[in-house]
């Protein structure tokens, strides 16, 4: 796996160096903001904060690290050695993890010589960026199941090993309720479940064979059935369950195929009518919230929908326009005036505004400002040192997206809609882009 | 970042302790194949190989996951402490990295104790399937340049760490010149490239003052020359190489904004106006095969493109539907009836044949059939070693690849086409699959 002091575009490295040989080390800002909402989505949750604080925060240059980079034509020596004494010394400003957040809003600013802000770029981008991604994609999963679990079942689809593991967090963070990936429970403490796959059914002398025996060494477990006929399996379940009589303790019976309203309703049916009203059924295979929503609107019984593919990897949005640009340098607002980039200069804060319960309005403010509302942005770095009071455990991360959640006006939410936020800009900000842009112009 | 060895779903190491619990550890076969290629795709091409093999041959359970492990209830002791002293020791047969493959063809196929070939089975899938997914788009975005250089973009949005690193090792397979990652660049000794930011110029005084200053530090740089406005920008480097005379060295001018077509034909008549005819134009900003094929059909002189998001994630297929399929068990055939899902029984071989160097139809036959064509599945792994004379390195990946390519019917090539190619299963393997079912049915 690459170590993250190297995880940077090249360009990131020369800038370093001319910064260094220029002698430009003033207080930089940098604001990270999303430019455009995906087509498919009204609101993002923003997630991933505290793996790249940590990150951030252990990000030094080993010497196989220094020797790589003395490879490349952009070091010299000098430039070596100061990269060899390189700590992240200052202040980060963020949304906590579960807001739910819209677009042109800072979700994160980073207050610090240039050279140190410049250096993350690589890094807050590709880590932000995949987990908010993820867990904006859970939170429409989460809502279309309508109660109902959701286990993440995407280690396998997820796009590398570090997109599933901390996918999984982001997802659990948005409401599901727990992953089928082991090394992300070690990873982050997160609730595990699985069942049983299609070989260990296909393995054994026969589908039957494959019940007795899985269920004997775990008497509580889920069992697969829809090997070699879904409705056929679910009433071999029933023939153990009279076998085994008090000592049948099977959980649940997972549907992985087929039209799964239609047998989730005879699968209940089959299990209600031998008396096996405690038996859950989970459903998978190619699931993702319109089909959810189809299924749940319904009333297909089914208790626990593992869904895999499609959230895993952000399907209908996988990427989107998120950006990290420079918004003031050595006390003066920065911004760029390419075509269609617009950045908003200078420090900032959002405002988000509540009547009765329900968000109504954010603002985008200069930092200073007193406006009505609360205001997102905290600190949760100084002086490269992470702010202890404001970690909090993923429960209460969860929570608090879950409370954001609630919060936000209904249409947002409904799945197939295209609504917007208002998201308004304050007097003194739009003053100060204006300036700006004026003293750039000139 | 977490351990390959819990990279893992759950059920992998349930069903292993019921294998272990049950005595059951004749050989099996896995197939890796993808059952249904994404609409956008007429052919993938297979990558992640090495780096895979190299996490198997190094698969161990340290102190730290058994711990971990025995936190969860599906443990008991004897087995952890199998799993303690667990290695793989079984064989794996591959196609070559480079290949293209098509729907049901088996691209990888593990023979090895049942727990073995089951517990790796998360892994094959998320990493043959990342590096898969992320070369078969490469290869869209560097045919539809043209002969122009591709320089991958990507770390930022390329979802996690993992992806964007091993995602810089599968684009250039595919044939992309470059990477931005410095991380990738150490781990697979990948060629770099890389310029300036936006924030480079904004935080200096001026543009022309950032162009001067960042040259003199690379006189060979690319400068960026849209932060402000492109023409004006593009005129600034001129104004830089009448100053600088016999000594300017800039090698290229990036656009990363506005119509890219016009910009560069601008551009390029600005710089031949000045004598500057080998200044060459980078261009960037939310490119994909689509946009590229638009400006190089339409002659725009731009030499090198600097390919992000888009790539970076696959964005148009994100993920296809691959799957790792137990295929025999104890010298038997073995496959799913479930709806929709085939799986092809017992260990098999693909036979391309070509005709005038054109690749005209596959064949997915038994093992050990001799069939016409070029037998793609050769042992990559034997007894838990890779066979040395197999290894090769990333430029000959790519050159395979390229040639493969080349010998692909043109229609499977065109970028808006749905073409299919000539799959055939051999009439032994057909007859063997009805066997099986027809056993399995009894």
Not at 24 to 50: E, H, W, Y
Not at 80 to 100: H, K, N, Q, T, V
Not at 167 to 178: L, Q
Not at 241 to 265: C, E, H, Q, Y
């Amino acid at each position: 796996m690459s170590s993250s002091a190297l995880f940077a575009d090249l360009y990131e490295f020369a800038m370093l160096r001319a910064y260094f040989e220029l002698g430009m080390n003033a207080q930089a800002t940098f604001s990270l903001f999303v430019r455009k909402l995906p087509p498919q989505r009204n609101f993002l949750i923003a997630a991933g904060l505290d793996d790249l604080l940590h990150e951030i925060e252990q990000l030094r240059f080993e010497p196989k690290h220094i020797d790589y980079l003395g490879s490349l034509k952009i070091a010299s020596q000098p430039f070596l050695d100061w990269l060899a004494d390189f700590r992240f010394s200052g202040d980060i400003y963020a949304m906590r993890e579960g807001a739910p957040f819209f677009e042109n809003e800072p979700i994160l600013e980073v207050v610090a010589p240039i050279a140190e802000a410049q250096l993350i770029e690589t890094l807050v981008l590709n880590q932000i960026g995949l987990q908010t991604i993820l867990a904006s994609k859970a939170a429409r999963v989460v809502a279309a199941a309508r109660g109902a679990s959701v286990v993440d079942f995407g280690a396998r689809r997820a796009q590398g090993m570090d997109a599933a593991t901390k996918g999984a967090r982001a997802f659990y963070i948005a409401g599901v309720e727990s992953t089928s990936n082991v090394a992300a429970g070690q990873a982050y403490g997160l609730p595990l479940a699985g069942t049983m796959a299609h070989s260990f059914v296909e393995a054994c002398a026969s589908e039957m064979d494959a019940f007795q025996s899985f269920s004997e060494v775990f008497p509580d477990t889920t069992l697969l059935v829809d090997t070699y006929d879904t409705l056929e399996g679910v009433k071999k379940v029933v023939a153990l369950a009279k076998a085994r009589g008090p000592n049948f303790n099977i959980r649940a019976v997972r549907l992985d195929s087929g039209d799964l309203d239609m047998l989730s309703r005879q699968t209940r049916r089959i299990l209600d009518d031998a008396g096996l009203t405690d038996v859950q059924i989970v459903a998978s295979g190619g699931l993702e919230e319109t089909r959810i929503d189809a299924l749940t609107s319904g009333g297909a019984p089914i208790d626990v929908f593992g869904v895999g593919t499609d959230m895993a990897a952000s399907s209908d949005a996988p990427t989107f326009d998120i950006a990290y640009k420079l918004t003031e340098y050595a006390g003066e607002g920065r911004m760029k005036l390419s075509a269609g980039k617009r950045s908003l200069p200078g420090r900032k804060q959002v405002f988000r505004e509540f009547r009765d319960g329900v968000a109504v309005r954010d603002v985008i403010a200069r930092e200073g400002e007193a406006l009505p509302g609360v205001p997102l942005l905290q600190p949760f770095m100084l002086s490269g040192r992470r702010v202890a009071e404001r970690s909090c455990d993923l429960p209460q991360m969860r929570n608090y997206a879950k409370e954001q959640l609630a919060a936000l006006p209904a249409q947002l939410k409904a799945l197939g809609s295209h609504a917007r936020f208002d998201v308004a800009i304050s007097d003194e900000l739009a003053s100060y882009e204006r300036e700006t842009r004026a003293r750039l112009i000139d």
